[in-house]
């Protein structure tokens, strides 16, 4: 990092995250890839001398006003609505009283006590816009997803983002100084769909924990699960709602019996997660396909995981599904990878980023049943491909790190602070 960047390197930055904490357990309800982002690029800011406090919604009353994620980055629950989780429908009614919330922890600091504003998600920018005009300090925004992108990709049965979203996330796009994009793809959406000014939009990748995800004994970790040592494993990892698409895994696998290209006996397939958004209201929905579709017997659902113990199933697993109608970046595919399993993955949003098709799995267009069970089926034939995919998936995987998304976020809080100084009016001083 050079010298002006240094100089220019915020001492504490405030980071909102309003509806979703990294405290949380990622991987089920409102918790997944921003959780992660948050937790581990905070982390890393901090151990370059940042100071970071996270601001996120009281949900329980249990929690106390400020926790700490690590040394350096202190959590504050903001109170703002009922002590219990709230719908993404019910959050916009509490922005108010979540914006006094920040206003009020920083006013009783001393003064200039943030240099800067991140934001994560449409409802954070809100916030973020008017913390950033009352404290002259630039505010950096990251959407990670969009509500124009997701509704034009949705799942049979899903419900549309609202207005209010997009009308919102509009004003956030307008307000912004910076807005990190993960893929190019985010970045022309954003000045594309929403007309962002180019030069404010940095692509940023994210990246994966290298030390948690990493190759390993694949027999151990199938034995600890008590799976079958020789049977063919599929898996999904992920939030289980509909725009994850968990049943195009589920048909494909009905499909790769249905066509015998492997035995029931050699079959395992895994879903992990628990369920999230419109999911909510239909939590049994994908025990019901299993059901309908007769795979009950080698369909086994788990919990959402913590590191250690995701990064087991990620190596149990052949192949690691990611069918998404829709993914901003898809870190799941990247953290499979990072384990030395190949990902077949639908080829829309960042997708095409986290996975190289053909070196480190297969892209798959669209979500037809016969499609993904043709892809499914040449790697279940191919144990040679497979291992060939897997080590190029480490090789893919390797390329990213939240180090290096640590950097270019530093990068960007520096010339984010540039340009606010650039355009504060000049003082003359006459002598
Ligand atoms: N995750 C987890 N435990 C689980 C399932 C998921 O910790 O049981 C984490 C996973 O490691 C990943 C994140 O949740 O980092 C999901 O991020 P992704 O970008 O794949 O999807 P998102 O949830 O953001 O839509």
């Not at 600091?109 to 800067?116: R, V």
């Not at 180019?198 to 994966?208: N, Y």
């Amino acid at each position: 990092m050079n010298g002006v960047t240094q100089l220019h390197r915020p001492r504490r930055v405030a980071v909102l995250s309003v509806h979703t904490s990294p405290l949380e357990q990622p991987g089920t309800g409102d918790a997944g890839g921003l959780n992660v982002y948050v937790s581990q690029t905070t982390r890393r800011l901090a151990a370059h001398g940042v100071a970071v406090e996270v601001f996120t919604r009281a949900t329980s009353s249990d929690l106390p006003p400020v926790a700490e994620l690590a040394p350096g980055v202190l959590v504050r629950h903001v109170t703002a609505g009922p002590y219990e989780p709230l719908t993404r429908a019910e959050l916009p009614g509490q922005l108010c009283a979540f914006t006094a919330g920040v206003l009020r922890a920083e006013a009783r600091q001393e003064p200039g006590h943030y240099d800067l504003v991140h934001s994560h998600y449409w409802l954070s920018g809100q916030v973020g816009w008017l913390a950033r005009d009352r404290w002259g300090v630039p505010l950096v925004h990251t959407a990670h997803t969009l509500a124009k992108v997701k509704n034009a990709a949705l799942a049979e049965g899903d419900t549309p983002e609202p207005r209010v979203r997009v009308i919102g996330e509009q004003q956030v796009v307008d307000e912004a100084d910076q807005l990190i994009a993960n893929t190019a793809v985010e970045a022309g959406q954003l000045t594309d769909l929403y007309g962002a000014d180019p030069d404010k939009v940095r692509t940023i990748a994210p990246g994966v924990d290298l030390d948690c995800f990493r190759p390993g004994d694949r027999a151990a970790d199938r034995a600890a699960l008590g799976l079958p040592a020789g049977a063919l494993v599929l898996a999904f990892v992920g939030r289980v709602q509909p725009l994850k698409a968990p049943d195009v895994l589920l048909r494909a696998a009905a499909e790769l019996l249905a066509r015998g290209v492997v035995a029931r006996s050699e079959l395992r397939v895994l879903f992990v997660g628990g369920p999230s958004g419109t999911g909510l209201e239909q939590p049994a929905a994908l025990q019901e396909l299993a059901v309908a579709l007769g795979v009950t017997d080698v369909v086994r659902f788990l919990p959402p995981q913590v590191g250690p113990d995701l990064a087991r199933v990620y190596r149990a697993a052949d192949v690691v599904a990611v069918p998404s109608h829709n993914e901003s970046f898809g870190l799941v595919a990247l953290e499979a990878q990072a384990c030395g399993t190949p990902v077949v993955a639908a080829a829309v949003g960042g997708l095409p980023v986290a996975v190289a098709d053909g070196r480190s799995g297969v892209l798959v267009r669209g979500h037809a049943t016969a499609d993904w069970a043709d892809a499914l089926g040449v790697l279940a034939r191919e144990p040679r491909r497979r291992a060939a995919l897997g080590e190029g998936a480490v090789r893919h995987a390797r390329s990213f790190s939240w180090d290096r998304t640590t950097d270019a976020l530093l990068a960007a809080y520096a010339d984010a602070a540039r340009a606010l100084r650039r355009s504060l009016p000049r003082v003359e001083v006459a002598v």
